[in-house]
């Protein structure tokens, strides 16, 4: 018998429209982006137009999934265009942070705005990745939820601390042997909340798999 070549329903059209939206985007800045940095820059900033490349590439893959091209592997395809955004992104921040010159006689241009949008980049194709496993079971994305919940009271638990860079100032007045058992407790209990968010996000994504033509009836 033979095995139908598709069991995962292609994406939604109007899903598909935003992936064809953020590839343009991704393929056109990277290759306008690579053009000024060795051809209008009075010194080619290498390391720069190297991820430029990387992320042009990421484009064309994107332009080619919105085809059909990677119907069977939509999530991890997804996954890895965010991921090439992210780390291109992030390290040519660092290869460059200190500024570099586009054209000649221009003052020097700090890559950060532009490296940011190569976040929101990533964090775009990262969403439309999860979404793109998730659709799949019901029972994923209850898992998904609740994994959502507890990182959100994860970001509660350390947010003071984080601000603080340290122990909050409202903590100080606490004695040293309570305060070192309430810092105890409250470590013991992020631990809790970061082990079970992360137990519920790979559920989620365990229930996805394991039902990949779940919705395929109602495509």
């Known amino acids: 018998m033979n095995v139908a070549s598709h069991t995962i329903p292609p994406l939604p059209a109007k899903v ?20 000024a940095t060795v051809v209008t820059a009075p010194t080619p900033v290498w390391v720069m137009f190297g991820f430029e490349v990387a992320i042009a ?3 064309c893959l994107g332009l080619a999934g919105w085809r059909g091209r990677f119907d069977e592997g939509q999530g991890l395809w997804l996954a890895c265009i965010s991921g090439t955004l992210l780390v291109g992104g992030f390290l040519s921040y ?3 942070r200190g500024g570099f010159v ?7 241009w700090s890559p950060v705005w532009w490296c940011a949008g190569r976040m929101v980049l990533a964090a775009g194709f990262g969403v439309l990745a999860v979404y793109a496993v998730l659709r799949r079971s ?6 998904f939820v609740r994994a959502m919940l507890l990182g959100a009271a994860c970001a509660i638990v350390a947010g003071p601390f984080a601000l603080a860079r340290g122990v909050p100032s409202f903590m100080n007045t606490i ?5 070192g058992a309430v810092l105890f407790i ?9 082990c079970a968010a992360g137990h519920c996000l790979i559920r989620a994504f365990e229930c996805a798999r394991g039902a990949p033509s ?3 009836a109602s495509g």
């Open 186 to 194: 409250i470590a013991l209990v992020w631990v809790i909340l970061a």
């Open 16 to 35: 598909r429209y935003v992936v064809l939206v953020l590839s343009v985007v991704t393929l056109v800045s990277a290759v306008i982006m690579a053009f």
């Open 102 to 108: 586009l054209t000649r006689g221009g003052a020097s």
């Open 94 to 96: 660092l290869a460059t």
């Open 138 to 143: 019901r029972e994923g994305r209850a898992y």
């Open 214 to 216: 779940a919705n395929h």
């Open 175 to 179: 004695p040293n042997l309570i305060l």
């Open 57 to 59: 590439i990421a484009g």
